[in-house]
């Protein structure tokens, strides 16, 4: 370790990551198939194509694999074939890789074959009778294979992301049945790297998701669903998140004493196929050539093999043991974890509780609700109570399945990840993140799924009811340090094995404690030498320290033998409880082992909540934060605004997450901040709540990652990684920052952060340059490059790389130059009219001032004749030598696509349409894009083609009917409501809780179960494939006779909670907060009459009743009785509402705000 401090107390360990590759590469040419120690398969590559998706370690029974069923009448047995949970003996023999076993009455025998050119490989299974009972009944095998397409790192930043990209296409072919065939559209672009799968003996049925073939059973350690399938019902094409070529061959007899049953599962891959699919499957019968002589002869055609197997009876606790889960509770005794409280109460039908709403937030599920979603419920700790960027947070992920945390991080979230992270939904992947393991009558069990999960916004708690009592574990974010505590408590002495994987053991050095385990310094990782975290952070320790728990490496996982599997573990024996605490540290180990002291509850540590100590008071914190940065807001009534009480906590805590220590549940890579994304949710939550100091520190680390000619990067590292960005960026990009500088503006009056400097981004030196230029100087850099990329022809900013809709990225270079989006046009029309007028007269301004308000004005006059065509804005523009030419519009043949929502909405937040072009075009949301579940992003999605593009990239490319594909984009779905607010609609409440989590279960019949108290970054349309939506797309409509279904896509990361929140205080309640006054503007319904809030204005706690009348009628204010005058706001479409100075409202306690149901129209 780097500093002196550090070395008198520890001593470095090498063996905890340091043990030998057990496992073994079989291949040819490019193509590698590694095989774990026990016989599971680990990973399938060819050149730099990751041909799986997921990666076992050595803790991890395999994903992809063989099954052996015979079918007796209406019974199904079934048994796993390869790996450490078959029985099968695995080995070498002859050059083969083989499995031998047996079971069910039949002796089996798998080898690996594979071609000699690495194009293709084969499983050949041979099944012998074992006892005269193998004659009865039939016989078949299943395959899995998960699967990728994608190049290794990309493959391993996101699976959800890297399947939703995978086009399948199963048909049947003579001979040979049903052939199944996948094909990356994305990840290798270009390039479309294909898999196709097939029996030679023949196919009867495939699935494509994992989904299909594990079944949620899986989360619970339950063997594959579609094994006690009989036919898998013929087969399905599912195109969801967990890509998986299936197949089940045709069944087979055994006739007598001497027969062998044989099945050969055959793989062919291509690197680049770009024909049709349905002719890629036709080759199958050039593959099943290949391996004639070696499958009908079992001999030797292995061109390389390394490793040497390991014993079978060797393998890990992790992957072996059964998995323990809590048995269902009763209501009474769930309903009392909510700390006193139970509201929004959701019940299965027949009455049970599956979840609801307790003290502070908490959120309280039962294992009947985890059992039902697809995302298993899981939730983002930030420890340390800080709202500040520049102090790094640690940050850890628990999931309701027995992952007690996961993706434990101090700072960024890629680069400084220690713990793993949680990869597989199903919980496939035993090992990742904190587990324990409990040993029950002499056999140790993995804890799975608990009687119930509850989530407070700073901690995490299981509750698994056992036979033998009743074992609680706890896992806390400190309030106050970068610590994050486990605190397992059980009714009977338990032994007990926590767990602790780490994802990148080659990053990271560790050192043991020379002290006790009770000095609270147990395991120290600091960065490993030529690391990035050595380079950007040496001074990173993370200290892992229990109380009873005797740190090891993973020897008490194989009986005694370390493997250096880079697991590390805390052991104990005849325990009622135990503490686990990870401390980290930006400032070397002193202080990381002080903070795991503190935890542990040492004495003499450094003053802090030592958070096993006193959970709830820590918990109490973590919700005292929350609602402080909220205003404290809370809402009281008995009508539908309570829900926000339910809401508010929870999007603020997630909007936190998104802005500190950016990344999700799904899209667990993030770590930077997007341009565009932190001008939105993280500065929109700070200006709804009055955080203008924050607001102005976005706006100037936006600008020091500038480029000089005035383009800005997509994202960027805002950290000590600022030398990691994206170059380049969609061509909005660089309207943001005239945004933000407006709306900062506008709220605070504060033009000294034009006379503020930052530097430019200096990419040669790859830092910032030595020379700083005014805010002022920046904006005006921006103005100079979108007059520098106008569309030929035009004085209007050219549509470049994209706009807000990352799926329709320019598919032709051609269109980047040609080609104006309507949406960024808009919003480059709002932010330079916006600061045009507010920099009007002010010294030192007027050439920025000048030079926005005449872009602004050619926008103005370019904008009816080149984007509206017969009444209707287009979503894009084309200009061509014959003029302009819509773009998703009725007019436009060549999409298909006829209506564009964000042109629209913007449009009218900008205020571009007068008040007919309004009217028509919020009729045409009405009648085109508003669903159930909210509003679409187009009224069809971009044709597909098997992952074959034409005009738009990832909306062509995307398999998945999901995220944008789906067309249901929250964010989008919220900027909708601003434009409603706009029109001084007061459906804007309606709106807003209608993508709540929280109540959509009551209000959306089609709502499919969900987590509750996170945000969702889209509703997802259930088709199983884009060809299904294609022809079925009405049945999302609120009168379709049959009607799909719509579940919840992305949790948490995503700028839509800042911009909610936003919309909640400023357009619902009607507080927009300036530095010197309050804008009240409520638009409430009828329903809304005599809703109180309670708030903190002006750093005073207020209660605010709101009167609605019938009609329309300017607001009016009352503060302790006495009537409030104020500057009425005129807005674009209908009379604003009271601009009141903060001296008006003095300390005054109590304000009434009385507004009329009908838009104030001028």
Same mark, same amino acid.
């Given at each position: 370790m780097s500093? %002196? ?5 520890f001593s470095a360990?090498s063996n905890?990551k340091?043990?030998s590759?057990?496992?073994?590469a ?14 599971d398969?680990?990973g ?5 194509i990751?041909i799986?998706?997921?990666?076992p ?5 395999g994903?992809s694999g ?6 007796q009448g209406s ?7 390869l790996?450490?949970?078959s029985?099968?003996?695995?080995a070498?023999?002859?050059g083969? #890789? *083989?499995w031998r076993?047996?079971?069910?009455g039949v002796?089996?025998?798998?080898s690996?074959h594979v ?8 499983w050949?299974?041979?099944v012998t009778p ?9 016989w078949d095998?299943?395959?899995a ?5 994608? +190049?290794?790192?990309? %493959?391993?930043?996101?699976?959800p992301?890297i399947s ?9 072919v ?5 052939v ?8 290798c #672009?270009p390039?479309?790297?294909?898999? $196709?799968a097939a029996f ?11 989904f ?11 063997e ?9 019902n013929?087969?399905?094409t ?6 998986m070529a299936c197949?089940l ?5 055994i006739?007598d004493?001497?027969d062998?049953? $044989? ?5 062919l891959?291509d690197?680049d196929?770009r024909g ?5 499957c036709?080759r199958i ?9 070696a499958?009908?002869a079992?001999?030797?055609?292995v ?15 992790l ?14 005794a ?5 700390g ?5 109460i ?5 009455g049970t509780?599956?979840s ?19 995302r298993?419920?899981g939730?983002i700790?930030?420890a340390n109570?800080?709202?500040d960027p ?7 992920t628990?999931y309701a399945p027995g992952?007690?945390?996961?993706h ?6 890629n ?8 990869r597989?939904s199903l ?5 990742q ?6 040993r ?13 999960y509850?989530?407070?916004?700073g901690?995490?708690?299981?509750i698994?009811?056992l ?5 609680r574990?706890?896992?806390?974010a ?11 408590v059980?009714?009977?002495a ?7 994987d780490i ?7 560790a ?8 000095s ?5 990782f ?7 975290a050595a380079?950007?952070?040496p001074?990173?320790?993370?200290v ?5 728990g005797?740190?090891?490496d ?6 005694g033998h370390?493997?250096g599997?880079?697991v ?6 005849g325990v009622?409880?135990?503490?686990v ?12 082992s ?6 542990l509850?040492v ?22 934060i929350?609602s402080a ?8 009534t ?8 339910r809401?508010?906590?929870?999007f603020?805590?997630n909007?936190l $997450? ?5 990344h ?7 770590a930077?901040?997007?341009?565009r994304?932190?001008?939105?949710? +993280?500065?929109?939550?700070a ?9 102005r520190?976005?706006?100037l ?5 500038q480029?000089?000619d005035?383009?800005l ?5 805002f950290d ?5 960005y994206?170059?380049d ?8 920052p005239?945004?933000?500088?407006g709306?900062?503006?506008e ?20 830092d910032?340059?030595?020379e700083?230029?005014?805010?002022c100087?920046h904006?005006?850099s ?5 007059r520098a ?18 799926t329709?990225?320019p598919?032709?270079a ?5 080609? #104006?989006?309507t ?7 709002q ?10 007269g002010?010294?030192g ?8 308000s005449?872009?602004a ?13 017969d009444d ?13 030419k819509? $773009?998703?519009?009725?007019?436009d *043949?060549?999409?298909?696509?006829t209506?564009r929502?964000?042109p629209? *909405? ?7 349409l007068d ?7 919020? %009729? ?14 187009m009224?069809r999605?971009? %044709?597909?083609h ?10 062509e ?5 999901g ?37 959509q ?19 997802? #349309?259930?088709?199983p ?8 797309w009405?049945?999302l409509?609120?009168d ?5 279904g ?8 995503s700028s ?5 929140l936003r ?6 309640f009607g507080?927009?907060v300036h ?10 319904a009828?329903?809304?009459d005599?809703?109180e809030?309670?708030v ?8 605010i009743?709101?009167?609605?009348v019938?009609?329309?009628?300017p607001?009016?204010?009352e503060?302790d009785?006495r009537a409030i005058?104020?500057?009425r706001?005129a ?5 604003g509402?009271?601009l009141?100075s ?5 300390d ?6 009385t ?7 001028r």
């Amino acid at each position: 370790m780097s500093n %002196a401090a550090d070395a008198p107390a520890f001593s470095a360990w090498s063996n905890w990551k340091q043990g030998s590759d057990r496992s073994v590469a079989v291949g040819a040419g490019e193509l590698s198939i590694r095989i774990g120690a026990c016989g599971d398969l680990l990973g399938v590559r060819a050149g730099d194509i990751q041909i799986s998706q997921y990666r076992p370690g050595p803790n991890d029974p395999g994903i992809s694999g063989l099954w052996l069923r015979r079918r007796q009448g209406s019974h199904i047995d079934a048994v796993p074939l390869l790996g450490v949970r078959s029985s099968s003996r695995f080995a070498i023999e002859r050059g083969v #890789a *083989t499995w031998r076993g047996s079971a069910l009455g039949v002796v089996w025998t798998v080898s690996l074959h594979v071609s000699g050119d690495g194009s293709a490989w084969a499983w050949r299974v041979a099944v012998t009778p074992g006892d005269p009972s193998a004659a009865a009944g039939t016989w078949d095998v299943a395959s899995a294979q998960d699967v990728a397409l994608a +190049p290794i790192e990309q %493959a391993m930043s996101s699976e959800p992301y890297i399947s939703q990209y995978v086009a399948y296409h199963a048909q049947d072919v003579d001979g040979f049945g049903r052939v199944l065939a996948a094909r990356q559209g994305m990840a290798c #672009a270009p390039r479309m790297p294909m898999l $196709v799968a097939a029996f030679a003996e023949g196919a009867r049925a495939h699935l494509t998701d994992g989904f299909d073939f594990y079944g949620r059973e899986a989360r619970m350690g339950g063997e594959p669903a579609a094994l006690r399938s009989a036919d898998w019902n013929g087969g399905r094409t599912n195109q969801y998140e967990f890509g998986m070529a299936c197949l089940l061959s045709a069944p087979q007899t055994i006739a007598d004493a001497s027969d062998t049953l $044989v099945f050969t599962q055959v793989n062919l891959f291509d690197g680049d196929y770009r024909g049709e699919m349905a002719d890629g499957c036709a080759r199958i019968g050039e593959t099943v050539d290949l391996f004639a002589d070696a499958v009908e002869a079992g001999g030797p055609d292995v061109s390389e093999v390394s490793g040497t197997p390991c014993l079978h009876d060797r393998a890990s606790l992790l992957a072996t043991a059964s998995m323990l889960n809590g048995r269902p509770m009763e209501d009474d005794a769930f309903l009392a974890l909510g700390g006193g409280e139970a509201s929004d109460i959701e019940t299965a039908s027949d009455g049970t509780v599956l979840s609801y709403f307790g003290r502070n937030a908490r959120h309280v599920v039962s294992q009947a609700k985890e059992m039902v979603v697809d995302r298993s419920h899981g939730q983002i700790l930030l420890a340390n109570g800080s709202t500040d960027p520049a102090r790094p947070v640690m940050a850890a992920t628990t999931y309701a399945p027995g992952v007690f945390a996961s993706h434990i991080v101090l700072g960024n979230t890629n680069m400084n990840r220690l713990v793993s992270v949680h990869r597989t939904s199903l919980n496939l992947l035993r090992s990742q993140g904190v587990r324990l393991l409990i040993r029950v009558d002499g056999e140790w069990r993995l804890l799975g799924v608990p009687s119930a999960y509850v989530m407070d916004l700073g901690g995490s708690a299981w509750i698994y009811q056992l036979d033998s009592g009743v074992i609680r574990v706890e896992t806390v974010a400190s309030a106050s340090r970068n610590v994050i505590g486990l605190h397992v408590v059980s009714d009977a002495a338990i032994d007990v094995i926590v767990t602790v994987d780490i994802e990148s053991p080659e990053q990271w050095d560790a050192f043991v404690s020379a002290e006790t385990p009770e000095s609270g310094a147990g395991v120290v990782f600091a960065p490993a030498a030529g690391s990035p975290a050595a380079a950007h952070c040496p001074n990173l320790r993370y200290v892992f320290a229990s109380d009873r728990g005797t740190p090891s490496d993973d020897a008490p996982l194989f009986a005694g033998h370390a493997h250096g599997s880079a697991v590390i573990t805390f052991a104990a024996e005849g325990v009622r409880e135990l503490r686990v605490a990870a401390a980290a540290s930006d400032n070397g180990v002193s202080q990381a082992s002080e903070l795991a002291a503190s935890a542990l509850g040492v004495r003499g540590a450094v003053d802090g909540d030592g958070i096993d100590s006193d959970t709830d008071a820590v918990l109490a914190e973590h919700y005292r934060i929350i609602s402080a940065y909220a205003d404290d807001l809370q809402v009281r009534t008995d009508g539908r605004l309570a829900e926000l009480n339910r809401v508010v906590p929870w999007f603020v805590q997630n909007a936190l $997450v998104h802005f500190l220590s950016p990344h999700g549940l799904e899209q667990y890579s993030g770590a930077a901040w997007g341009t565009r994304d932190v001008c939105q949710g +993280p500065f929109e939550l700070a200006l709804a709540f009055g955080h203008f100091d924050t607001a102005r520190e976005i706006i100037l680390g936006v600008l020091r990652h500038q480029n000089p000619d005035g383009s800005l990067p997509q994202w960027f590292m805002f950290d000590e990684y600022r030398a990691m960005y994206q170059h380049d960026s969609h061509g909005d990009i660089p309207v943001w920052p005239l945004m933000a500088v407006g709306e900062y503006l506008e709220a605070t009056g504060d033009t000294s952060i034009l006379g503020d400097t930052a530097p430019y981004w200096d990419e040669p030196n790859g830092d910032y340059s030595a020379e700083s230029h005014t805010v002022c100087d920046h904006l005006l850099s921006i103005l100079s490059y979108i007059r520098a990329h106008r569309v030929p022809g035009t004085e209007l900013f050219s549509y470049g790389e994209g706009d807000w809709d990352d799926t329709l990225q320019p598919a032709q270079a051609s269109m980047k130059k040609e080609m #104006a989006s309507t949406w960024t046009i808009a919003l480059l029309y709002q932010a330079t009219r916006r600061l045009g007028e507010l920099l009007r007269g002010k010294n030192g301004c007027e050439a920025l001032s000048d030079q926005c308000s005449s872009e602004a004005s050619t926008i103005r006059g370019a904008f009816t004749k080149d984007f509206i065509f017969d009444d209707v804005l287009a979503g894009y523009v084309s200009f061509t030598d014959e003029g302009p030419k819509p $773009v998703i519009h009725p007019d436009d *043949t060549r999409t298909g696509i006829t209506y564009r929502l964000i042109p629209m *909405t913007r449009s009218i937040i900008a205020g571009l349409l007068d008040d007919e072009e309004t009217r028509r075009h919020e %009729a045409i949301i009405d009648e085109h894009l508003h669903y159930p579940d909210g509003v679409r992003l187009m009224n069809r999605p971009a %044709a597909y083609h098997d992952g074959v593009t034409t005009v738009f990239k990832r909306g062509e490319q995307a398999a998945n009917v999901g995220r944008e594909i789906g067309l249901m984009y929250t964010h989008a779905h919220i900027r909708y409501t601003e434009a409603l607010a706009a029109l001084g609609r007061d459906s804007v409440a309606e709106e807003l809780l209608r993508i709540s989590p929280v109540g959509q279960f009551r209000r959306l019949s089609t709502s499919e179960p969900r987590q509750r108290n996170c945000y969702f970054a889209s509703s997802d #349309a259930d088709f199983p494939t884009r060809y299904d939506a294609a022809g079925q797309w009405d049945r999302l409509r609120a009168d379709a006779a049959d009607p799909v279904g719509v579940r919840g896509g992305w949790r948490v990361y995503s700028s839509g909670p800042g911009i909610y929140l936003r919309q909640v205080m400023q357009h619902v309640f009607g507080l927009s907060v300036h530095a010197d006054g309050v804008v009240i503007d409520p638009l409430l319904a009828m329903q809304d009459d005599g809703t109180e809030i309670a708030v903190t204005l002006f750093g005073k706690p207020r209660t605010i009743r709101y009167r609605v009348v019938e009609g329309s009628r300017p607001v009016a204010v009352e503060a302790d009785g006495r009537a409030i005058d104020g500057e009425r706001l005129a807005l674009r479409y209908r009379d604003g509402g009271l601009l009141v100075s903060r001296e008006s409202l003095g300390d005054s306690r109590d304000i009434v705000i009385t507004l009329g149901t009908a838009p104030r129209v001028r």
